[in-house]
């Protein structure tokens, strides 16, 4: 079996699964935002279920529209709160403790090898880089998660992604990694299936490179994404206080749809041009295409680490005239670590605006949303038609170097070209 039917075998109480069989399985958590887990509680009062199965295994994280962006978002995360409230849930986190979902729950702890996760957001996918099985459900399917602890699936089949060498351009990153395979692929490469990693290029990646690498997924059409457990793992749940779960590993025989190689060494940094993520080209093979607005944040490349890159590059200069630059820590923690390390006086000092954690601009939400005819360059993961507000304004997808970088020169530019 590959990883992730071993993961739903044992979920599942099964012996052994196989690709394209139906089975129910037991979940570790639950999850949902002010978007979607509204809708997940008025399904669930519908149910007759007085309590969720396990209060410590349902999160709720409003995070897309806080904080609160007029009446209906607020509305909306009331919904939330009273529902935790009564609820007694553990793991609801409100304004002044929320982050990005997807950066908050593994900071947290709560997710970790071997489990199982459903959650009312398409990105859930992103904990497959500690080994979890994850994956976006519908507000309906949360809502019996929440009642049952369990969820049915069709086990996916897998594709194998072999990842061989090391970067050897320092401004490459776990980005470029998935945008490189989305290029390669396409928006419907990996159609329900299981994206499932390997190859010695794994150890040139860190954890914050495996959690870009895994949320990004279902930009393939994938079921889940999957990286094995290894030691860089477990030191990542060490720090955050994460002591239990269980390790699976591939079958040496598991069977999978196709392989495909993926040498480290000859990435460049790679952008995303609209209207799909696997509209990808090499940043220094762009031409002078202007951008109005850069992001740097969001479940994808909102982390420490990101941050850090984006400083590297502002420290000392400025923001472009005529370019907003907005930057968003991923969690509360990041917030305070990189003030700590004076990255946010470096953003500011560039002439960035640097926000509370949010989704905010990703979804076209508030914090940046763009006007007829703007570009936008995205640390995000989707630039579909309207993504980020009219639907005549472009997003372009980067890692944060890019990104940094574009905002500095008010083009699409490759870091390189700055140092």
């Known amino acids: ?35 979607t887990a509204p809708v997940a509680i008025r399904e669930f009062a519908k149910t007759g279920v007085a309590r969720v199965f396990d209060k410590d295994k349902v999160a709720l994280v409003p995070d897309h529209f806080t904080p609160n962006k007029d009446i209906k978002a607020a509305e909306q995360c009331k919904i939330l709160r009273s529902f935790a409230c009564a609820q007694n849930i553990t793991n609801f986190f409100d304004t002044g403790e929320v982050g990005v979902e997807h950066a908050l729950l593994p900071e947290r702890g709560l997710v970790g090898p071997g489990d199982v996760v459903i959650g009312a957001d398409s990105h859930t996918c992103t904990y497959g880089a500690l080994g979890a099985f994850s994956t976006g459900v519908g507000s309906t399917d949360m809502a019996a998660g929440m009642a049952l602890g369990t969820a049915w699936f069709k086990v996916p089949s897998a594709m194998r992604f072999v990842l061989k060498n090391r970067f050897t351009d320092p401004w490459v990153s776990g980005k470029d990694v998935i945008l ?19 190859g010695d290029g ?5 954890v914050d490179d495996r959690l870009c690498i895994a949320n990004m997924a279902i930009e393939a059409g994938a079921k889940n994404g999957i990286f094995p457990v290894d030691q860089a793992t477990r030191d990542f749940l060490k720090e955050v206080g994460r002591a239990q779960y269980t390790e699976f590993a591939a079958d040496a025989d598991a069977s999978y749809t196709r392989t495909i190689e993926v040498d480290l060494a000859t990435l460049r940094s790679t952008v995303a041009f609209p209207h799909l993520p696997s509209n990808t080209r090499l940043a220094r093979d762009s031409g002078d295409v202007k951008i109005d607005q850069v992001v740097i944040g969001s479940c994808t490349n909102g982390r420490l680490s990101d941050m850090r ?32 390390e004076g990255l946010l006086e470096i953003f500011i000092n560039a002439g960035a605006a640097v926000s509370t954690p949010t989704c905010g601009p990703c979804l076209g939400g508030h914090m940046g949303v763009l006007a007829k005819g703007e570009r936008a360059m995205a640390t995000t993961n989707r630039n579909f038609v309207g993504r980020m507000g009219h639907p005549e304004s472009e997003v372009y997808l980067s890692n944060p170097a890019v990104a940094a970088a574009t905002a500095i020169t008010g083009r699409i530019t490759d870091a390189n070209e700055l140092v």
């Open 1 to 35: 079996m590959t990883m992730t039917q071993k993961i739903l075998a044992r979920a599942a109480g099964l012996p052994r699964v196989e690709a394209g069989q139906l089975i129910e399985a037991k979940l570790d958590l639950v999850l949902g935002n002010d978007i």
């Open 180 to 198: 490189h395979i989305i290029g390669l692929i396409g928006v419907d490469g990996a159609l329900y299936q299981s994206m499932e990693y390997a």
């Open 202 to 206: 794994l150890n040139a990646l860190t």
């Open 309 to 340: 890159v984006a400083a590297r590059l502002l420290k000392g200069r400025h923001v472009a005239k005529g370019v907003r630059c907005i930057v968003i820590p991923a969690t509360q923690k990041i917030y305070l670590q990189a003030m700590k």
